[in-house]
């Protein structure tokens, strides 16, 4: 049987809301905690729909072929309404002036997310 859990992130590291604005980083250990696959998916604050940009999926997912993994196998997820060069199998656009939100999917997770031996990161801003 297939599990997903959902875990929602709505707020920076200082707790300020996530603004389409500005630039954030998710830092992902190593052995990301799920057997099937993992998804980060941005949704607009006030509608509650996915972010609506030029992007054809407003995501960040282990499917992702071009996905780039930092030499730990951790991975970095990048928001914003610009990309950094060099990250964009990894960000997700988002548009200034809109709150947003994200869910952290895992499908069939694992025993090390349920004992909280694996944690992710906090949202940064990135500056």
Not at 37 to 43: A, D, E, L
Request: overall charge negative.
């Amino acid at each position: 049987m297939n599990e997903e859990l959902q875990q929602m992130i709505s707020c920076d590291s200082k707790g300020n809301q996530l603004y389409g604005g500005k630039k954030y980083k998710l830092h992902l250990p190593p052995e990301i905690p799920a057997s099937d696959f993992w998804s980060i998916v941005v949704y607009d604050l006030q509608d509650r729909l996915l972010i609506n940009t030029d992007h054809q999926w407003p995501s960040v997912h282990s499917g992702n072929k071009k996905l780039i993994y930092n030499s730990d196998g951790s991975v970095d997820a990048w928001f914003g309404p610009d990309c950094i060069e060099g990250k964009e199998s990894n960000w997700v656009k988002t548009i200034p002036g809109c709150q947003w939100y994200m869910i952290l999917r895992l499908y069939n997770p694992l025993e090390t997310w349920f004992n909280k031996k694996w944690q992710h990161g906090e949202i940064e801003e990135v500056i």
